[in-house]
């Protein structure tokens, strides 16, 4: 079964990379909007199309073969669905991303960003999604309308993919049947990577509603933590005006 | 994957959002930072997330930038907030704008309501993961319903929907708190819009999807001016009615139905669409003992609205029965019957009108003159839809001209004018109006309703209405057949292709045929007299 855990891999990490992208293509046009965030854009998508190709190759050399059980076929038809629906994403936040970018240039004199109330950078999610620890921007200064047109060719050129896709491989997809059921993403949803300040916050926005609890696991801990050593800070604050003033 | 055979290329296009592409230019001018609208940080608990602006501010800088009224500005604004442009940060369900201190916040262009991007369930499905993830598994129960369905049927890509969603959840995690925050109000505002929890008024609803964007330039080809001249040449070709005539008949028709019409006047005793109680649509149904008086009040409009009433086309033929002309009513029944029955029966249905209405010496014999007679006998030898079409016109101008009028004066009108009620308006309170919302239920089955329409019909076939020859000999002209065999020949010969009764044949002896097969001859056989006439 190698070749299902190499596409498994090569599919969580497209899905990975189709998840920042769509974060980082709804951060466009807004007050988060910059030079970097479209440095950042044209990197992640490029590292997408990578791998989009890549896990097309594999895929259609696995449901390729004729000689495979019904089993494997069954579930290298379940890694296609995976695949096609992530490329779907994929090819509307381009073109999204495309009618954005032609939208809110930042190069003009009068620049209306429209303001969101997101101020910080998407450095982390553009890290994330290229898995490095540090983003190093080193592009051109008129990298908003030069990246346009490239986007534009992209753009056609996943959507040929896809016809081609569509064409050449038979895969009925509704008879696919999922290995999820209903609520599986409550379980294992311990987030990896570095959450903020870990500070419970409440959100006053749902007055009626549960308490949005910003912070996770990680920050109940450390919370806690934090009280229990203003607490002490307090008791040997106390203690030592007893000290000295006994 | 979704069906890509329909080669989309950005096509659907929603014809009555056509106001989006100036909404946004709307927005792209409160952004400045000299000319528009002002902003203020929001304070949160610990974090502070700024631009926020208030509901009083937006309306100001509207009322001043389009010298508009305070009202229209704030109709304005509520359109704003209701096509999700702008999102409340507090009550985020009711999507109206409050001139007061409340605070609203943009939305980032990506979830703006644009008119080619249809809003995908795919999308949806992914944020109802993340929002389950978020609330440990506690959704609301609008959420919920939607959520169980969705994995019902999206069933194939619910592995790549609970990937994605734990990806986007983790994704977003790497933010900053403050952008975290704004972020979730975001998506969480998006979703108000497009998926309107129970009590939210949604603006979304447009008409059928159109292949053409309404806001493009076309271009100016030869085939885009061909379309023009023919256009014109076909306005110039066109007849004209003055514009006094035509303007004159629409303010007779607004100045008679302005009552009548539930935008403009309160319909008693509620709108059901507003307030969730049925009384009205109960009380209007086609089979009530008692109309109420603004529907007996339409009736006098015109003889149109009388007979497309099914309550005034009942009483209308009651006092036909009393004066002993039903067969106008019935022979136009008939008509439309044909008109919109099924193709497999009409003709067998064209035929028995033939033999009960037009034929000579036929049972229910209907005055209309000579050369409609003609035309329509003529047409029946190869009956299609609208063979009757003639003479169902005819016989209508004669039931206007003549039945109408005596009706109006009629003791049956007037004691159903008499009659009928007048309900009084509701008051409901919003408690009130909440407990009519719960309490909606879907209404009874159209396949039920169907039963019972034609339960009604036969019974109404079997109990007959009355036949002329036996009343009136004198406007017989041929064949005088005894009472007991003329009432076979009753609304069930025409209301459904029923075997004749045996005994009743031979009533037919002077019109040649002697069964059922030679029915097609007929209309054959009364031309040849008529031409034999004419010699």
């Known amino acids: 079964m190698g070749g299902t855990d190499e596409c498994k891999t090569m599919l969580d990490a497209l899905n990975k990379v189709t998840a920042c992208y769509r974060h980082l293509v709804i951060a466009l046009g807004s007050t988060s909007d910059s030079q970097n965030l479209r440095e950042e854009l044209k990197k992640t998508r490029k590292k997408a199309q990578e791998l989009a190709v890549a896990n097309r190759n594999k895929l259609t050399e696995l449901l390729k073969d004729k000689t495979t059980s019904k089993d494997d076929r069954a579930e290298y038809e379940r890694l296609w669905v995976l695949f096609t629906s992530s490329m779907e994403l994929l090819e509307v936040d381009m073109k999204r991303s495309l009618e954005i970018g032609q939208e809110f240039p930042l190069k003009v004199p009068t620049r209306h960003l429209i303001q969101t109330g997101m101020t910080g950078s998407t450095t982390t999610v553009a890290a994330r999604a290229m898995s490095v620890q540090n983003m190093k921007y080193d592009a051109d200064s008129n990298i908003d309308t030069a990246d346009l047109k490239e986007l534009q060719a992209e753009i056609a050129q996943v959507g040929q ?24 993403e409550l379980k294992s949803t311990l987030s990896v990577g570095n959450s903020s300040v870990g500070v419970i916050s409440i959100c006053e926005e749902e007055p009626k509603d549960e308490i949005d609890e910003g912070g996770d696991n990680n920050g109940m801990i450390t919370c806690i933590a934090g009280f229990i050593f203003v607490a002490i800070v307090v008791i040997a604050g106390i203690l030592g005006y007893f000290v000295i003033g006994g | ?43 949160l608990v610990i974090t502070t997330i700024p631009h926020a602006i208030t509901g009083e501010d937006i309306v100001a800088w509207l009322t001043n930038c389009y010298s508009i009224e305070a009202e229209e500005a704030w109709a304005l604004g509520t359109m704003l907030v209701a096509f999700g442009y702008i999102y409340p940060l507090q009550d ?23 008119q080619q991007w249809p809003v995908e369930d795919t999308d949806y499905a992914i944020y109802l993961a993340k929002r389950n993830i978020r609330k440990k598994g506690i959704l609301a129960l609008y959420e919920q319903v939607q959520y169980n369905s969705l994995h019902k049927w999206m069933n194939y890509k619910w592995d790549f929907i609970v990937m994605q969603a734990k990806e986007q959840y983790r994704a977003g995690k790497e933010r900053k708190k403050p952008d975290r925050v704004v972020f979730d109000c975001q998506e969480r505002a998006y979703w108000v819009v497009h998926r309107p929890p129970p009590g939210t008024v949604s603006a979304m609803d447009y008409g059928l999807e159109r292949m053409v964007d309404p806001n493009t330039e076309e271009k100016q080809t030869s085939d885009f001016f061909r379309r023009i001249m023919i256009f014109t040449q ?46 009205y649509w109960f009380l209007n149904m086609a089979n009530v003992g008692i109309p109420t008086k603004m529907r007996v009040e339409r009736w006098t409009f015109s003889f149109g609205e009388l007979l497309s009433d099914p309550r005034g086309r009942d009483d209308f033929r009651l006092f036909l029965k009393k004066e002993f002309s039903g067969e106008n009513l019935a022979f136009w029944e008939a008509c439309e019957d044909l008109k919109w029955g099924t193709a497999a029966t009409m003709n067998d249905k064209a035929q028995q009108v033939y033999k009960t209405f037009l034929t000579r010496g036929a049972p229910r014999w209907i005055n209309i003159d000579g050369k409609t007679m003609e035309v329509t006998v003529k047409g029946l030898k190869h009956p299609h839809r609208y063979v009757l079409d003639a003479a169902q016109t005819h016989i209508f101008m004669l039931m206007k001209k003549d039945s109408f009028g005596r009706y109006l004066k009629s003791p049956v009108f007037k004691d159903t004018q008499k009659r009928a009620i007048c309900p009084d308006q509701h008051m409901f309170s919003v408690p009130q109006l909440e407990a009519n919302a719960r309490k909606r239920r879907p209404s009874i089955s159209p396949i039920i309703v169907r039963q019972l329409e034609q339960e009604e019909r036969a019974r109404m076939a079997t109990s007959g209405p009355v036949d002329i020859t036996q009343y009136s000999p004198a ?21 459904s292709p029923a075997k004749p009764r045996p005994g009743a044949l031979p009533i037919f002896s002077r019109s040649r045929w002697t069964s059922l097969q030679s029915v097609v001859s007929t209309p054959v056989d009364s031309e040849d007299e008529v031409e034999r006439r004419r010699h």
């Open chain 2, 234 to 279: 076909q306005s110039i070709m066109r007849p004209r009615v003055k514009s006094s005539v035509s303007i004159g008949a629409l303010v007779k028709y607004s100045v008679t139905y302005n009552k009548h019409d539930p935008f403009l006047a309160p319909c008693l005793p509620s709108n059901p669409w507003v307030t969730d109680d049925v009384t």
């Open chain 2, 1 to 43: 994957m979704t069906i890509r055979n329909v080669r989309d290329h950005g096509q659907r296009f929603r014809p009555r959002m056509a106001c989006l592409k100036k909404v946004e230019s709307v927005m792209l001018e409160m952004q400045d930072p000299k000319t528009g609208v002002k902003s203020q940080p929001q304070r």
């Open chain 1, 161 to 184: 993919m896809m016809e081609e896709m569509e064409m050449k491989v038979q895969v009925a997809p509704w008879a696919v049947e999922a290995k999820q059921e209903a609520g599986a």
């Open chain 2, 475 to 495: 406007l017989c002209q041929n064949v005088l057949p005894p009472p007991g065999q003329a009432a076979a020949f009753s609304l069930s010969t025409w209301s």
């Open chain 2, 92 to 114: 985020h369900k009711r999507l109206v704008i409050k001139p007061d201190a409340s605070l609203y916040r943009f939305q980032t262009p990506y979830f703006w309501p644009a």
